[in-house]
Each structure stands twice: as structure tokens, then as C-alpha cells.
């Protein structure tokens, strides 16, 4: 099929702030909103002295928290501008503007919330668009649901690019209360050393090293090189080598060897069974103490290396879990709430069962499926570590809360004893000023808990 794409020109700007200072452009609710146009001319041209001198007094305002949020106006002027602000949080807005106003062109226009409007400088044109409150959008006597407008919103292009995917079966109760199993180590380290294999593709190597630096540990990182067999047969003794020397090893996410062959983790799976590598993994996990993390596309090398649920380097069998296409048949970015359903691990010491924090996720692979006695297993002995939550904090299998129609809400699972864990959510992908729209929870202390097992 051919596709024509006319010459398109895309331009991106982008200035460095202090993150501290960055404010939203999602609604919450309670905000006061006003529109500040784009000064003119006579010409209708926009006048850029005035301009600058306009976003000078609303950056100003932003630093010294008197505008707490603020949109740009694009197609469908100011009333689009705020209606798809509000949807996110599922806030009403009560427009003081008329339709006319509020759905005029105004490109490059700003919308904001502002707290004292006594703060602003007269050099700033600004009218009242309206109040945040409510359940719906009203404006001249007319009042729309915001869930109508939502749906309004989305179902164009809903049959083309879809936000949910159906999922069969139900989120069962994993809950394990009996707590850690392996509590009395021998191997004890201020500052246990951990251990990151970097695999063509993997993307998420300096991320993970951060938050275990952060935590307290010294972490060596590995770049797997496979162009020549030379090459494969250093990578091979550098691991081998930085395994001996490690407490903890810990596979990032990312797309190894670009999830192929028709696979993720297959790559770094390969790899680890090699009879050099899988022995000194063995020998750390069974006879040092040791520790071993995956997340997203590791976790994904944890299934098929059989560390996860079984604690050894395995092969697979037709009654063995796997990670396979989400549901919605496309990758998936957003955050999500993931339910801690034991804390077997000890990378979960820090948390109790029931708890609920919001952990990003981003993968297309990421539907866990297993035949219902390895489940059951699975949930008996306490392995089905985290697990994907609704609103109310219940495992759920209803999409988008369960992104990819995971078996029984499953987004993370653990080896026999605990010390192999293995999650799709991107725990390292969090910190201060980040995400700073969405409301909860987003530390487990997933990596302190690593590095406080060795102390």
C-alpha cells in the first residue's frame, strides 16, 4: 500500500526551567481560570515586545506560585483549551465566557489560574473564562456531562487507535500475609555491589544504576558486544567476572536485540544460559545471598532464564508462565496502580500487603499468562508479589487500570524464596518533580530494600 505524506515541516522548542518550578497543564479542580490573548497589532499581527513582555510577567507569576496552571490555546480556541484539561481529572468547568468567545481562534492564547489577580501586571490582557467545580461543563445554559464529553472525545478514533482492550477471566485475591522467607543471610556489605548487563538495545541501564547509587550501593554496568565472536567471548568473562565480584544483578528495560527473534528478553536470555554465566549466577543466588531484579523488559529475561517463578536457570515447558502481546495489540505509556499483594521479597520489605503506589509502565509485551495450576502454585507460596488495582485498590483485569489483560492482575511475581523479582512497571522511573499531575504514591522503596537486605 502506498502512502503519501505531503511535505510537513514539525519544529520543537524547548527552554531549561527548574523543575521545582514547573506547573501543570491538567485541571484539578477548585482553579479560577482566565484567558490572556496574544497581543496585536493593528494588522492583527502579533506585536512580540508586548509579547515578551507578557510571558515575562506570567513566567514571573509561575515562579512565585500565583499561576498554578496554564494551557495554550490550539485548534478550537479557548473552550477546547480547558475542556481537554479537564477530562484527565474528571473536573466541570462553569464558563463565565459565552460560546462565541470561547470557541474563537486564539492561537498561541494562554489559559491560567491565577489566585490574586491584584499580582498581575497591567501590561496583561486577561478575561475570566470560568470556575473549576462540578461534574459537568456549562456554558449559556447548556450543561454536558464531563463523562459525555469524554466519550465525545475519544470515540472518533476509538475503532482505529483504542484506549481499552476487552480482557477474559477475573483479578483473583493473591494476598499472602506470612511475610519474608529469607531473613538470616551471611553476606553482609555496607554497600553491596550491583551488577547492570547492557544489552544492544536496552534503555533504562542509567536510570536503574541511579536509583541503586541513590540507595547506598556501587554498581558496575556491563555492555554486552556481540558484533564479532571476539566480542561475544569478552562480554561472555566480563560478566562472568563482574557476577563474581556482585551481590545483586539487576536486568533494566528496554528492547534487547530489539525484542527479536518474535520475542522480548530473548536476547539476554540467550545470553545468561550460557553454561559459564548461568553457573556464576547460581552460585550467587543459591550460595552468596544474593539478589536478582527485572523490570519491564529483564523481567521479561527473567521468565525465560526460569528464574522467576522457579529460582533457577531453567528451560521452558509448556506449563511454564510467559509474558506475551498486551491485549490492546499495541505498546502502552501511562501510569498505573499496582497493588502489593506479598511481601515475600525482600525487595518489598518496605511495604505492606495492600498497599498501592503508581508505577509507569511502557512495553508491548506485558501480559502475563500461565496454565491455572502453575497460578495456583504461584499464589499459595506467595509469589504473586504485585498486582494491577482499580481506583478502589482491588486487582482488576478492566482496562486501561489493567494495562495489557494480565492473568489475574498479575504485574509482578517473585522466585520460591523470594530474593528473584520480577515486574513490568518501571519502578526506577520515578523521583522528585516528576509526574507532578498525578496524585499517589510512587515510591516502594523497591531499591533501598535491595540494598538494606545486605545490612
Same mark, same amino acid.
Given at each position: 500500500?502506498?502512502?503519501?505524506?505531503?511535505?510537513?515541516?514539525?519544529?520543537?522548542?524547548?527552554?531549561?526551567?527548574?523543575?521545582?518550578?514547573?506547573?501543570?497543564?491538567?485541571?484539578?479542580?477548585?482553579?479560577?481560570?482566565?484567558?490572556?490573548?496574544?497581543?496585536?497589532?493593528?494588522?492583527?499581527?502579533? &506585536?512580540?515586545?508586548? =509579547?515578551?513582555?507578557?510571558? /515575562?510577567?506570567?513566567?514571573?507569576?509561575?515562579?512565585?506560585?500565583?499561576?498554578?496552571?496554564?494551557?495554550?490555546?490550539?485548534?478550537?480556541?479557548?473552550?477546547?483549551?480547558?475542556?481537554?484539561?479537564? %477530562?484527565?481529572? +474528571?473536573?466541570?468547568?462553569?464558563?463565565? @465566557?459565552?460560546? &462565541?468567545?470561547?470557541?474563537?481562534?486564539?492561537?498561541?492564547? %494562554?489559559?491560567?489560574?491565577?489566585?490574586?489577580?491584584?499580582? *498581575?501586571?497591567?501590561?496583561?490582557?486577561?478575561? /475570566?473564562?470560568?470556575?473549576?467545580?462540578?461534574?459537568?461543563?456549562?456554558?449559556?445554559?447548556?450543561?454536558?456531562?464531563?463523562?459525555?464529553?469524554?466519550?465525545?472525545?475519544?470515540?472518533?478514533?476509538? +475503532?482505529?487507535?483504542?484506549?481499552?482492550?476487552?480482557?477474559?477471566?477475573?483479578?483473583?485475591?493473591?494476598?499472602?500475609?506470612?511475610?519474608?522467607?529469607?531473613?538470616?543471610?551471611?553476606?553482609?556489605?555496607?554497600?553491596?555491589?550491583?551488577?547492570?548487563?547492557?544489552?544492544?538495545?536496552?534503555?533504562?541501564?542509567?536510570?536503574?544504576?541511579?536509583? $541503586?547509587?541513590?540507595?547506598?550501593?556501587?554498581?558496575?554496568?556491563?555492555?554486552?558486544?556481540?558484533?564479532?565472536?571476539?566480542?561475544?567471548?569478552?562480554?561472555?568473562? /566480563?560478566?562472568?567476572?563482574?557476577?563474581?565480584?556482585?551481590?545483586?544483578?539487576?536486568?533494566?528495560? #528496554?528492547?534487547?536485540?530489539?525484542?527479536?527473534?518474535?520475542?522480548?528478553?530473548?536476547?539476554?536470555? !540467550?545470553? $545468561?544460559?550460557?553454561?559459564? *554465566?548461568?553457573?556464576?549466577?547460581?552460585?550467587?543466588?543459591?550460595?552468596?545471598?544474593?539478589?536478582? =531484579?527485572?523490570?519491564?523488559? #529483564?523481567?521479561?529475561?527473567?521468565?525465560?532464564?526460569?528464574?522467576?517463578?522457579?529460582?533457577?536457570?531453567?528451560?521452558?515447558?509448556?506449563?511454564?508462565?510467559?509474558? !506475551?502481546?498486551?491485549?490492546?495489540?499495541?505498546?502502552?505509556?501511562?501510569?498505573?496502580?499496582?497493588?502489593?499483594?506479598? !511481601?515475600?521479597?525482600?525487595?518489598?520489605?518496605?511495604?505492606?500487603?495492600?498497599?498501592?503506589?503508581?508505577?509507569?509502565?511502557?512495553?508491548?509485551?506485558?501480559?502475563?499468562?500461565?496454565?491455572?495450576?502453575?497460578?495456583?502454585?504461584?499464589?499459595?507460596?506467595?509469589?504473586?508479589?504485585?498486582?494491577?488495582?482499580?481506583?478502589?485498590?482491588?486487582?482488576?483485569?478492566?482496562?486501561?487500570?489493567?494495562?495489557?489483560?494480565?492473568?489475574?492482575? *498479575?504485574?509482578?511475581?517473585?522466585?520460591?524464596?523470594?530474593?528473584?523479582?520480577?515486574? @513490568?512497571?518501571?519502578?526506577?522511573?520515578?523521583?522528585?518533580?516528576?509526574?507532578?499531575?498525578?496524585?499517589?504514591?510512587?515510591?516502594?522503596?523497591?531499591? /533501598?530494600?535491595?540494598?538494606?537486605?545486605?545490612?
Amino acid at each position: 500500500e502506498s502512502i503519501h505524506v505531503p511535505p510537513t515541516l514539525i519544529s520543537f522548542a524547548l527552554a531549561p526551567a527548574k523543575a521545582s518550578k514547573l506547573i501543570t497543564n491538567v485541571l484539578k479542580g477548585g482553579e479560577k481560570l482566565y484567558h490572556i490573548p496574544v497581543p496585536k497589532d493593528e494588522n492583527a499581527t502579533p &506585536d512580540f515586545d508586548a =509579547l515578551k513582555a507578557v510571558y /515575562e510577567e506570567v513566567y514571573k507569576n509561575i515562579e512565585n506560585g500565583n499561576i498554578s496552571f496554564a494551557t495554550v490555546v490550539e485548534n478550537g480556541g479557548v473552550g477546547a483549551a480547558v475542556i481537554k484539561s479537564a %477530562l484527565g481529572n +474528571s473536573v466541570g468547568v462553569n464558563f463565565t @465566557m459565552n460560546a &462565541d468567545e470561547l470557541y474563537s481562534e486564539g492561537y498561541g492564547d %494562554l489559559v491560567v489560574s491565577i489566585a490574586d489577580t491584584t499580582k *498581575i501586571c497591567s501590561c496583561v490582557c486577561m478575561k /475570566e473564562v470560568g470556575y473549576v467545580c462540578g461534574d459537568a461543563f456549562v456554558c449559556d445554559n447548556a450543561c454536558v456531562a464531563v463523562e459525555d464529553a469524554a466519550k465525545a472525545y475519544i470515540s472518533p478514533l476509538e +475503532s482505529v487507535f483504542a484506549t481499552t482492550a476487552p480482557a477474559d477471566g477475573h483479578a483473583e485475591n493473591c494476598d499472602y500475609t506470612s511475610g519474608a522467607k529469607y531473613t538470616n543471610i551471611a553476606t553482609k556489605t555496607a554497600k553491596p555491589k550491583v551488577f547492570i548487563p547492557v544489552f544492544p538495545g536496552t534503555n533504562c541501564e542509567l536510570d536503574t544504576a541511579r536509583k $541503586f547509587i541513590l540507595a547506598g550501593a556501587d554498581v558496575q554496568t556491563v555492555v554486552v558486544r556481540n558484533r564479532t565472536a571476539q566480542d561475544i567471548e569478552e562480554s561472555v568473562e /566480563e560478566i562472568v567476572k563482574a557476577i563474581k565480584n556482585a551481590n545483586i544483578v539487576a536486568f533494566p528495560g #528496554g528492547f534487547s536485540g530489539g525484542d527479536e527473534p518474535d520475542g522480548s528478553g530473548k536476547f539476554i536470555a !540467550t545470553t $545468561f544460559r550460557n553454561p559459564y *554465566i548461568a553457573e556464576q549466577l547460581e552460585e550467587l543466588l543459591n550460595n552468596r545471598d544474593g539478589l536478582a =531484579l527485572g523490570i519491564c523488559n #529483564g523481567f521479561q529475561a527473567l521468565i525465560k532464564l526460569g528464574l522467576v517463578p522457579y529460582g533457577h536457570v531453567t528451560e521452558m515447558t509448556a506449563d511454564s508462565p510467559t509474558l !506475551t502481546f498486551n491485549n490492546i495489540s499495541r505498546h502502552v505509556s501511562t501510569v498505573v496502580d499496582v497493588r502489593v499483594a506479598s !511481601t515475600l521479597s525482600p525487595w518489598l520489605s518496605a511495604c505492606k500487603v495492600g498497599e498501592v503506589y503508581k508505577v509507569p509502565v511502557s512495553h508491548g509485551e506485558g501480559k502475563i499468562v500461565a496454565p491455572i495450576a502453575a497460578l495456583e502454585e504461584m499464589k499459595k507460596n506467595g509469589q504473586i508479589a504485585t498486582q494491577y488495582a482499580d481506583l478502589s485498590g482491588k486487582p482488576t483485569m478492566l482496562s486501561p487500570f489493567n494495562p495489557n489483560g494480565s492473568t489475574w492482575a *498479575i504485574e509482578g511475581i517473585t522466585s520460591p524464596d523470594g530474593r528473584v523479582f520480577g515486574k @513490568m512497571g518501571h519502578s526506577e522511573r520515578t523521583g522528585d518533580n516528576l509526574y507532578k499531575n498525578i496524585e499517589g504514591d510512587f515510591d516502594m522503596k523497591l531499591f /533501598e530494600s535491595g540494598v538494606k537486605y545486605f545490612k
